[in-house]
């Protein structure tokens, strides 16, 4: 289970690349300030006390992510009368922020209160390439585009978005050894929630050579990094929105859910009891 109350300077909520700061009293007073409200915040948005959580998190837009996972595994569920419902076990807590990336940000910073030693995030994503990928699709982004802005809070719009490399090669090991296959590429994330009849936002990401579009993944990415905690993504493909025909639907989404979500939880679990059972560090790359 995750630890809490750590000395400030202890791993691993710090490292060598913040020693030279210990001695500045405003670096620290800013830090603790920061863990004093996180740990009072996860709960407070989830219901679960912080002892409860595990160290190794899948984040998910849905509900139904977490209902599944609960009765697969016979463990409660806390906060669904809060904004944020999760469950834990084993070691892993799976939790539903909502949508979009100022909760995907959110998300990130309140899991400071525990610093996981890995976050993979299971989210849908329209596809963009009607000629190769289909509904059902699973994507491995390898990185994100940042077109949502909110990242812009936590570094400079040239750093990369990107994830952690050990994580997703976990992830990548674990879809093939449920004998699927998958794409990879980098994904487009964008704060536009109905685009579809924009043919101008159409071209441009044409013009990108991008598989995929998500309201999350980048966000997740940056804030990840920004924050110290190893991140990744798997992302399910639950319409093709550049054609007409593809446009996510309810009827359509209810035969994503119906057909391949299962798998996609089962995904995310396996990826990570592979790191937990292989006793694995996931280091974040250093740009």
């Not at 400030?8 to 670096?27: G, I």
Request: aromatic share 10%; charged share 25%.
């Amino acid at each position: 289970m995750a630890k809490t109350n750590k000395n400030l300077f202890e791993e691993p909520f710090m490292d060598d690349r913040f020693s030279a700061f210990k001695d500045d009293p405003d670096f620290v007073e800013e830090k603790s300030r920061k863990r004093a409200i996180v740990e009072n915040w996860l709960p407070r948005y989830t219901g679960m006390p912080l002892e409860a959580f595990g160290d190794h998190i899948l984040l998910t837009n849905f509900g139904n992510y977490v209902r599944m996972f609960a009765e697969w595994h016979d463990v409660p569920i806390y906060g669904e009368d809060r904004p944020m419902m999760a469950a834990t076990h084993d070691r892993i807590t799976i939790i539903n922020f909502g949508m979009g990336s100022p909760n995907a940000a959110t998300m990130m910073d309140l899991l400071e209160a525990i610093h996981p030693k890995a976050v993979l995030f299971l989210g849908k994503c329209g596809g963009l390439q009607p000629k190769k990928t289909k509904v059902g699709d699973l994507i491995l982004p390898i990185a994100a585009i940042r077109g949502e802005g909110t990242s812009n809070d936590y570094l400079p719009a040239e750093v990369p978005a990107l994830p952690a490399f050990a994580l997703q090669k976990a992830v990548s090991t674990t879809i093939r050894e449920h004998e699927l296959d998958y794409w990879t590429g980098t994904v487009y994330t964008t704060n536009r929630r109905v685009w579809e009849h924009k043919e101008d936002f159409k071209s441009y990401l044409r013009s990108l050579r991008v598989m995929a579009i998500d309201m999350e993944t980048a966000t997740i990415f940056v804030a990840g990094f920004k924050n110290q905690m190893p991140t990744g993504a798997l992302l399910l493909v639950s319409d093709v929105p550049m054609v007409p025909e593809g446009i996510k639907t309810e009827e359509s989404d209810k035969m994503v859910t119906r057909h391949f979500v299962d798998e996609h939880v089962r995904i995310g679990i396996d990826s990570l009891k592979q790191l937990i059972n292989h006793a694995q560090t996931v280091r974040h790359l250093k740009f």
